[in-house]
């Protein structure tokens, strides 16, 4: 088996392509938690929601699948803690708790999700990526759509009708995206 065979086999995921040590893990979750960070800058707003479009679903969904599982969860876990103790990086340079926080939980379950299906494989192929992006999408409104109808005090289906279907659009968007790029990148390991 080629070296190449080797790096990309099912068991890995990209993080584990670079030299293993504690820098480097430390070093890949806090890279993983300032990237959810940024990308939740990339804010849309969205009319009658409280709740905008932001790059921040897809990057902690691309810190899961490309840390894998543990790693994920401590940037994502990372993420959270610095936002609640003031660090300005929930979306729109937000900190603390919102009515919105219940879609930062879901991203923490979420990447220890699709960070174990990559372990599996499902980052290597456009269409089992896909699957992975949407289970792990499909986990952060699990969590963020009922905390978000508690902590804004609407009904339930209020709360999907503004937290859920307006950002579903967006949602293929992102799975369109990481099928393209996590193939991509594994494609260019093996060489």
């Known amino acids: 088996m080629s070296t190449a065979a080797v790096s990309a086999s099912p068991g890995r995921v990209l993080a584990d392509l670079l030299p293993a040590s504690r820098v480097r893990d430390v070093a890949l979750v806090l890279g993983g938690a300032a990237l959810t960070g940024l990308a939740a800058q990339i804010a849309v707003p969205v009319p009658g929601s409280p709740v905008p479009v932001t790059g921040q679903t897809f ?3 691309l810190v899961g699948t490309s840390l894998g599982a543990r790693r994920g969860v401590c940037a994502l876990v990372l993420y959270a803690l610095a936002g609640l103790a003031g ?5 729109d340079g937000a900190s603390g708790l919102s ?5 930062i939980l879901g991203m923490i379950l979420a990447s220890a999700a699709v960070g174990a299906l990559a372990r599996r494989g499902a980052d290597r192929g456009v269409w089992r ?16 759509v009922p905390y978000l109808a508690y902590a804004a005090g609407i009904p339930f289906a209020t709360a999907v009708s503004v937290g859920l279907t307006p950002f579903l659009i ?9 099928m393209g790029l996590l193939p991509t990148a594994w494609k260019f390991a093996d060489r």
């Open 87 to 91: 660090v300005p990086w929930f979306a």
């Open 129 to 144: 990526t896909a699957g992975a992006m949407l289970i792990g999408e499909a986990l952060i409104y699990a969590v963020g």
């Open 99 to 103: 009515v919105s926080f219940g879609y």
């Open 59 to 61: 990057a902690a969904l």
């Open 170 to 178: 967006g949602d293929a968007v992102k799975a369109l995206l990481a």
